[in-house]
């Protein structure tokens, strides 16, 4: 959900590239007309033909925030106490997930995961991680291993009401991209570009520098040029790995294209079985060999944009 460039509150579903405004997410979600859409949308507003409009409520121009140009120091905070809060009782069920998630302790060490208790066990300021319900707590690092972002994913996204949470734009931009920290390096001649922190810190706990698209956001040209930039300074090359679902070979069809107009010829792969990477790590504990860049060439499709299954 986001304001548009008027103030127009929208929203997106990235997962089947639904959009619209609050008619249309009415309309989508209970079959009604665009009419009846506005019907009781008008109806839950206060607003009917034989009554008055309520008074408009308007808000103080003074309390509204910028969008900041750098990360908040309280978000800094945030994420340091849910990195110390993971070790104690409070953290049990999130150690519990990602060891389930085959992230040992090293990683989880280096790239300050942690655990958001909920906003009833922990207080935080407005504008962080609501904290519906129990989280795990994601960093996002730029290339040289600063702290940019957080995203806390709720466990139980039914529970939650949705599966990420974000600090809001008054508090850090969003970087789009997030680069984890690897606690070892692999003999390797690619980059793997995944959907998401935890594909992407599964490919960074195996040796690969790895990227991770923070969202669904489709990518654009800056997205691929920052990918293309930062393969070419360590002189390797790139490979999306990327879900096998629409939203990922959406991905892929958009952001491949790009990064060969950035001067990068990437690699498309999409893993076996209906599964993210993540996923296919743990069903296959030698998935690693697959990328042994002697072998490379005969896993990975020649076309940029028409990636296979291994």
């Known amino acids: 959900m986001f304001r548009d460039r008027h103030g127009h509150e929208r929203w997106r579903c990235w997962s089947s590239d639904h959009r619209g405004d609050a008619v249309d997410l009415v309309a989508a979600t209970t079959g009604r007309s665009r009419a009846d859409a506005i019907d009781w949308l008008a109806e839950r507003t206060g607003v009917a033909n034989d009554r008055p409009l309520p008074p408009v409520v308007r808000r103080d121009p003074s309390v509204v925030r910028a969008p900041a140009t750098a990360m908040d120091p309280a978000v800094g905070h945030y994420v340091r106490m849910c990195a110390r809060l993971l070790d104690g009782p409070q953290g049990k069920d999130v150690r519990e997930w990602l060891q389930g998630r085959g992230f040992d302790d090293a990683t989880i060490s280096a790239n300050m995961i942690g655990v958001d208790p909920s906003r009833l066990r922990l207080r935080r300021p407005k504008g962080l991680p609501t904290g519906v319900s129990v989280a795990a707590t994601f960093p996002a690092f730029d290339p040289s291993g600063n702290l940019t972002y957080v995203q806390a994913r709720y466990l139980q996204p039914d529970v939650a009401g949705r599966k990420y949470d974000n600090p809001s734009a008054a508090l850090a931009p969003h970087p789009r991209l997030a680069f984890p920290i690897t606690t070892r390096q692999r003999d390797v001649s690619t980059v793997l570009v995944c959907e998401g922190l935890p594909d992407a810190l599964t ?59 950035a001067g990068v010829e990437p690699a498309v792969i999409t893993p076996p079985g209906g599964v993210d990477l993540n996923a296919w790590a743990l069903r296959d504990r030698s998935w690693v060999d697959r990328f042994d860049p002697d072998v490379r060439p005969h896993i990975v499709a020649a076309s940029p944009t028409n990636g296979r299954e291994l």
Request: with cysteine.
């Open 203 to 261: 490919a960074a706990q195996a040796g690969f520098p790895a990227i991770a698209l923070l969202g669904a956001h489709t990518p654009d040209e800056s997205v691929a040029a920052r990918i293309a930039s930062h393969a070419a300074n360590r002189e390797l090359g790139v490979t999306l790995i990327c879900d096998p679902d629409p939203a990922g070979r959406r991905v892929a069809d958009v952001l491949a294209p790009l990064l060969s107009r």
